[in-house]
């Protein structure tokens, strides 16, 4: 059974975005740009996973952008022309445009099964890029539905101390 929880993260805006590790190359995109990353490259990345999710695919995701209130973000790190880690976001204002802006899963509904980081076994580093690069764009993060051992739970952990995990309830898909 993966147990799952709900992340809540505050960080100060400009987070710990530092350099990348020599060959790996942080790519974050906005809107229409991010939505455009979710192309073969991405769906690639979901077959390398240890168990492929199929509500992280490129479709799936752009289908789910559509219902979006919040604006698409994306965050890949590239190793020469293949992705090796990878995240999927919406940014918020709930205030308003004045307001601090929160970052959460894109398409963050009942229609998004267990999201996590996509992250491929030769890039450990993966995660904690992408936590740096969201955290530079928003000035917190809420996160539903989190398997606790995977990958953004560990990286949020180790890169925001101050993490706030709280108990959800548990989702089953069933055919």
């Known amino acids: 059974m993966v147990r799952e929880r709900e992340l809540a993260v505050i960080a100060a805006s400009g987070g710990?975005?530092?350099r990348s590790p020599v060959g790996r190359r942080v790519r974050v995109e906005r809107g229409d740009g991010a939505l455009a990353l979710l192309d073969e490259r991405w769906d690639d990345l979901v077959r390398r996973q240890r168990v492929p999710n199929p509500t992280l695919t490129g479709s799936w995701l752009r289908?789910?952008?559509?219902?979006?209130?919040?604006?698409?973000?994306v965050v890949v790190v590239e190793v020469d022309d293949r992705l090796c880690a990878a995240g999927a976001f919406a940014l918020r204002h709930p205030y308003g445009r004045r307001g601090p802006v929160?970052?959460?899963?894109?398409?963050?509904s009942p229609l998004l099964c267990s999201p996590d980081l996509?992250?491929?076994a030769d890039a450990p580093e993966g995660p904690g890029l992408i936590v740096d690069a969201l955290l530079a764009e928003?000035?917190?993060?809420r996160f539903s539905l989190v398997p606790l051992a995977g990958a953004a739970a560990e990286a949020m952990l180790w890169r925001a101390p101050w993490l706030s995990a709280s108990p959800c309830p548990e989702g089953w898909i069933t055919t």
């Not at 928003?138 to 993060?141: F, G, H, K, Q, S």
């Open 16 to 18: 710990g975005l530092g």
């Open 63 to 73: 289908r789910l952008a559509a219902r979006e209130g919040g604006l698409p973000l």
């Open 102 to 108: 929160i970052a959460s899963w894109l398409g963050d």
């Open 118 to 120: 996509l992250v491929c």
């Open 138 to 141: 928003a000035i917190a993060a």
